[in-house]
């Protein structure tokens, strides 16, 4: 399975880090978001990944190269100088991406999550990772199916748009990280687009399952949770 990386944003939350710096290249832990991302999927046996480019793109050319000192390899979507969204960036890597279901990863989240578990469920077009809302989402993407809300993490079932009516404690934060069919993009047109329609009218098909993961999971979208990372790793 390949891997498409999200790097083109600009990080307008993350100014003034960014004006010079790709978010994904902002650096915790002694290496950048994204290289951490890189080492966790290569040893969960990832080899192909592709990074989509926009906001100072040239910089991850450079500190990525081809990938070889990292054990896989690199290719590059590049979206010109304005980001084509999420949707809109999926469409024009898919070329890159093959026929078969490709996983795509924020870069800018932290995590440690066990990217090994990635698969695409039969008869689904999209396959998301969720979490616990956090403070800046308290009422979540996307509700699980009522009966999923005690069960294991890992466990597999349909969801639906969090902004319909849902019962209480079953809707929950989209991870960024997930796994698709090229098929839920093929009839896309190329051009700007955001993915959050896609999926929920998906999820009104039933094409959509989901998974709770209860692990380390941080959104760096704010200077102020990304000191608050690299302080809670100093002190580790």
């Avoid at 050319?61 to 081809?66: E, P, T």
């Avoid at 199916?145 to 969090?162: K, N, Q, T, W």
């Avoid at 929920?200 to 990372?229: C, H, M, N, Y």
Wanted: proline share 8%; aromatic share 6%.
């Amino acid at each position: 399975m390949r891997v498409l990386l999200l790097a083109a944003g600009r990080g307008e939350r993350m100014r003034p880090l960014t004006d010079d710096t790709p978010k994904p290249l902002l650096e915790v832990g002694g290496r950048a978001l994204i290289e951490h991302h890189i080492t966790r999927l290569a040893a969960a046996g990832f080899s192909e990944l592709v990074v989509n480019l926009s906001w100072h793109g040239e910089q991850l050319r450079a500190r990525l190269g081809d990938g070889a000192r990292y054990s896989v390899s690199i290719a590059y979507s590049d979206e010109g100088p304005e980001a084509l969204e999420t949707a809109g960036g999926i469409v024009h890597a898919l070329p890159l991406l093959g026929d078969a279901p490709f996983a795509v990863v924020n870069s800018d989240i932290w995590t440690d999550y066990d990217f090994s578990r990635l698969a695409l469920p039969a008869g689904k077009r999209a396959h998301l990772v969720l979490v616990a809302n956090p403070e800046h989402n308290p009422n979540g993407d996307f509700a699980l199916a009522p009966s999923f809300a005690l069960a294991p993490s890992g466990s597999e079932s349909v969801i639906r748009d969090a902004l319909n009516p849902a019962p209480r404690g079953t809707a929950f934060t989209f991870a960024g990280i997930a796994v698709y069919s090229p098929e839920l993009f093929a009839a896309l047109e190329p051009g700007k687009r955001p993915l959050a329609p896609l999926l929920r009218e998906a999820a009104e098909r039933g094409e959509v399952s989901g998974e709770l993961f209860k692990g380390v999971w941080d959104d760096i979208g704010t200077p102020q949770r990304l000191e608050a990372l690299r302080c809670r790793l100093g002190a580790d």
